[in-house]
T-cell receptor
């Protein structure tokens, strides 16, 4: 079974508008962490934002915020005021057993969503 | 700030040839990982290491071997390359998990694009 699902292969957004990239996850571990990475066309993986399963508030990092709905097992990335430089592939990833667990920090990635920002 | 450095960046091999991909990190991270990225499949874990001298299998380990003789280096080997191993390979590293470091992300190298003909 897919542990991380990104159902949007591609998304388009107008410059300066907000966009939401979907991510749903599946785990029975009560302790886990969710990460979003950006991969521009140059290929490197850039860490954007983190949400812990026990965090009471949604994570925010500049123009990035995470809409974390634990009961629905979703962790959608919201990018506000989109810029042309936001055009990239975006990956959602999960780390299980983050609190004294034995996952050794391994990440499980979704398939990715390609975001294109139009001027 | 070097971070995670992968060599080489590109390589073309013939079926049956062998090669080693090198990953070096200068952040004193305990954990290191090798992933492969294929279209439509995200990144999949090949092997990982939780410390010098240790290695373990990930999701897709077949056809690969690894070694971590020094804390800062993690080598990925292909003994007999196959066309199915054509991919982009990423190395990553992170602090060991625990003691409030759960939010620490993995730091990635820039990737190695490998083609097997």
């Amino acid at each position: 079974a897919q542990k991380i699902t990104q159902t949007q292969p591609g998304m388009f957004v107008q410059e300066k508008e907000a966009v939401t990239l979907d991510c749903t996850y599946d785990t029975s571990d009560p302790s886990y962490g969710l990460f979003w990475y950006k991969q521009p066309s140059s290929g490197e993986m850039i860490f954007l934002i983190y949400q812990g399963s026990y965090d009471q508030q949604n994570a925010t990092e500049g123009r990035y915020s995470l809409n974390f709905q634990k009961a629905r097992k979703s962790a959608n990335l919201v990018i506000s005021a989109s810029q042309l430089g936001d055009s990239a592939m975006y990956f959602c990833a999960m780390r299980e057993g983050s609190v004294g667990g034995t996952s050794y920090g391994k990440l499980t990635f979704g398939q990715g969503t390609i975001l294109t920002v139009h001027p | 700030n070097a971070g995670v450095t992968q060599t080489p960046k590109f390589r073309v091999l013939k079926t049956g040839q062998s090669m080693t991909l090198l990953c070096a990190q200068d952040m004193n991270h305990e954990y290191m990982y090798w992933y492969r990225q294929d279209p439509g499949m995200g990144l999949r874990l090949i092997h990982y290491s939780v410390g010098e001298g240790t290695t373990a299998k990930g999701e897709v380990p077949d056809g690969y071997n690894v070694s971590r003789l020094k804390k800062q280096n993690f080598l990925l080997g292909l003994e007999s390359a196959a066309p199915s191993q054509t991919s982009v390979y990423f190395c990553a590293s992170s602090y060991s998990i625990g003691g409030g470091e759960q939010s620490q992300p993995q730091h990635f190298g820039d990737g190695t694009r490998l083609s097997i003909l």
